[in-house]
């Protein structure tokens, strides 16, 4: 049997092409489907995809099942250490959710629940042949469902993944995601059918597995059970709490170590176990909550947690008579550090933090100055052509923004960009003789410097800059046409045609043909995560926002929530929050430890199901429940 699990997994990995396959040829044949409401123009944009997708599936198969592989292989790996010791991991890389990175998470979540949902009876009963043979082949940890490469996050993770590497707009990744779920959901089916199928041919014996709940645990407390003698009580308490699977092997070798002196403690304190909120306990829970929290990939945060709990049981240990202050003591002494540890991290994200401030303060700039351009625009007689009416009013009130936010507001840099907007709407005033032409063409190599540097400030794709700096040139070409004349050269680069595109950048050439700036996010789904488009939610969505709203306000710093992120759940405190709420700064377990979300994306997340207060039982209630199990005793209602 020891060979049973490693050859599984090798005909999972080859299974993947059933999936693959069925997404492949599923998405340009729901594409050619009709959609309710939507325009002729849409559908025979739809259409083209659709027929550009088959030409493409080739390629388009090869990708998306190396991104399956790819999932597979790094679900199993195992996480290690992103820092040598001694050396603390670098922030400086932090990326920020915003409300695309936050639907992507959505769209994630909603195929995985699609997949967990549908195909629940198949799921379970795989995973459960997967750890039967996980265990008979001689592991000594239980199989962890998201480190198993059929996990239907697992799944959905990579499909999300393949298809963001896609060079296709947001509204495009947004449809073949919505497609992804059903497909995905009829292939699994199949693919756990016959894997389990498969492992119970080669001997594997189901594992007796605890069904995962679908809401919240049942709290229970000391107070609501019938007990047993303390020394038994306190005996079961900690065979459970020193094997919890949420600690890392050095927390439950500390917490085991404190039996003994807890046992003797409650000889002495009968409070000790009637009381939840008892110091000993709650010392108990704060170490299991801060440990649970630091990223895996920190090993130098983690092992120096673990020499301190060390420190600190030795402390709490050594007395014969151990009294209540002690573990007070020893609890003010944890929750120190874990505020000492949140400062340090909290200063490593010092220039993060600097940059969403300045993010923040250039929001707050944007409606003046985009309403100071639009009065310009209308108090002109020009023939402004739209796409430079729409530059002018978002892109370029972003760049004097920026330059007013870092230079100042009176600052000579900011003056100039603001004086551009009148030079640029000058220059597209017809010349009125022949000097005037010549004015006119002196001025423009300054004008497009000045409008290229603007655009490098706020990063603008050299696509768009190139697509406006085009529709200048064709505006001042007309004015500077004398009659009969040819164009007259205005210092703009050669028109150069776009390259043939590479991968899969040509999927988004005829489906959407409008420019880039006039994206817009597609409308929020009216469904619950994990359930069909069909389903209605039965909210109000004001009443809705409005809760959202305040659920915003109320976050303060310090606050454990639960996240999606990267697609996968994480365990989360808020470590900052910007003074006027629009920027969020959480700590959490995952990879990197930091994590930056906009006020919008936290409320996407939310309306989602996908960012909580954190609700999860602690460490106590665990070990309290799982002897209660053990003890066939009902769980408090």
Known sequence: MTATYPLHLQALRQSLVLLAETLVDGWPRDLRQPRSGATAEESRRAQTWATQMQAERGRLLQALLQALQHGMDAAQRPVTPAAPPGQRVSLDALALVDEEQAERDIEVSRIAQQIDLRCETEWQELFALASGAHRQGGAAAPLEPQRYPAHPLVLARAIGAAVADWAILPVQRAELMRLAGPLAVSAMKVLYRQAADALRSAGAQPAVLRAPGRGSAPQASLRSVAQPAPEVLV?????????????DAGLQTAVRRMEAVVRRLAQVDPALLSQDDHPTWKLLNAIA???AELPADDGVRSTDFAVFVEALVDRVSSPEQPQREQFSRALDDVQAYIDRDAEDQLALTATQRQALEQVEREQALLPLLRQQVQHQLSGRELNVAPPLRRFLTEQWTQVMARTMVREG????????????????LASLRPPDDEAGRRRLVRSLPELVARLRAGMALIELPEA??????DVLMQSHERLLRAPGSPPAAVGQPERVEPPHPASTDWLGSDLFEQPADSWRPPAPMDTNVGMLPTVPMGLDEQARASEGQRWLQELQVGMRCKLFLQGQWATARLSWRSENGQFFMFASNLSGGSHSLTGRALLRLRAEGLATELREANLLQRALMGWMDDSGIAPPP
């Not at 900690?238 to 949420?246: I, L, Q, S, V």
């Not at 768009?464 to 700096?469: D, G, P």
């Open 289 to 291: 909550a801060h440990g």
């Open 235 to 247: 005996q079961q308490l900690f065979r459970k709490m020193g094997h919890d699977p949420a600690l």
């Open 464 to 469: 768009a800059q190139k697509e406006m700096l």
């Open 409 to 424: 507001t009176e600052a000579a840099q900011s003056v100039r960009m603001v004086q551009c907007v009148d030079e640029l």
